[in-house]
């Protein structure tokens, strides 16, 4: 699957408006791990959680996976199965933040996304839904301990090319307001 002309002028807007960071460095600091909440696409995991591991300070993550992954966690997600799926999520991501003890939640998601297509979802209301998501997990009680971080793994070329693959940052508040200036606010 590539992605569309539209996708990458939308991803090209995020990144010259900085609601895309490049991820530099180590720049995920979390010495007990993370609670990696993301997609279970085969084609994408890989490259995802690999690069993950390489920001991190520490390799122990508890990853949590189902298609579509973080855009579950929306009230609003209009992905099949997503209030369901998103309950579960919480619940795992509680348990796993108690059972060992990690405070980090990293949300990602990725372009392109094939439930993101099948819902029909371009890449801004993909971004709503993350930003969504992650005030959905702040405002749930015992999740106001967590640090969240949202990211957007994009991948340019649709092969397996690592150097057409990027993971950015998502910048919760300048991606609101991008989100806004095209017609998306974000919805509580």
Same mark, same amino acid.
């Given at each position: *699957?590539?992605?569309? *002309?539209?996708?990458?002028?939308?991803?090209?807007?995020? &990144?010259?408006?900085?609601?895309?960071?490049?991820?530099?460095?180590?720049?995920?600091?979390?010495?007990?791990?993370?609670?990696?909440?993301?997609?279970?696409?085969?084609?994408?995991?890989?490259?995802?959680?690999?690069?993950?591991?390489?920001?991190?300070?520490?390799? /122990?993550?508890?990853?949590?996976?189902?298609?579509?992954?973080? *855009?579950?966690?929306?009230?609003?997600?209009?992905?099949?199965?997503?209030?369901?799926?998103?309950? $579960?999520?919480? &619940?795992?991501?509680?348990?796993?933040?108690?059972?060992?003890?990690?405070?980090? $939640?990293?949300l990602y998601?990725?372009?392109?996304?094939?439930?993101? /297509?099948?819902?029909?979802?371009?890449?801004?209301? $993909?971004?709503?839904?993350?930003?969504?998501?992650?005030?959905?997990?702040?405002?749930?009680r015992g999740? &106001?301990?967590?640090?969240?971080?949202?990211?957007?793994?994009?991948?340019?070329?649709?092969?397996?090319?690592?150097?057409?693959?990027?993971?950015?940052? $998502?910048? /919760?508040?300048? *991606?609101?307001?991008?989100?806004?200036?095209?017609?998306?606010?974000?919805?509580?």
């Open positions: *699957m590539l992605l569309s *002309m539209d996708e990458r002028g939308q991803i090209k807007s995020a &990144r010259e408006i900085g609601a895309l960071l490049e991820i530099e460095g180590r720049q995920i600091k979390s010495s007990e791990g993370t609670i990696f909440v993301g997609c279970s696409d085969g084609d994408q995991f890989n490259d995802v959680y690999r690069h993950h591991c390489h920001v991190c300070e520490v390799l /122990r993550h508890h990853p949590l996976l189902l298609n579509g992954g973080a *855009m579950l966690l929306s009230k609003h997600s209009p992905i099949r199965g997503a209030k369901r799926d998103g309950t $579960v999520f919480l &619940r795992h991501i509680n348990a796993a933040s108690c059972i060992k003890h990690i405070t980090t $939640v990293v998601v990725h372009a392109p996304c094939g439930v993101a /297509r099948a819902a029909k979802l371009d890449f801004w209301e $993909v971004m709503r839904l993350l930003v969504e998501a992650k005030l959905r997990l702040l405002s749930q999740s &106001r301990k967590l640090k969240i971080s949202c990211f957007c793994h994009v991948d340019f070329n649709g092969g397996d090319s690592p150097q057409k693959k990027r993971t950015y940052f $998502v910048d /919760r508040e300048a *991606m609101t307001e991008l989100l806004k200036a095209n017609g998306r606010e974000v919805r509580f």
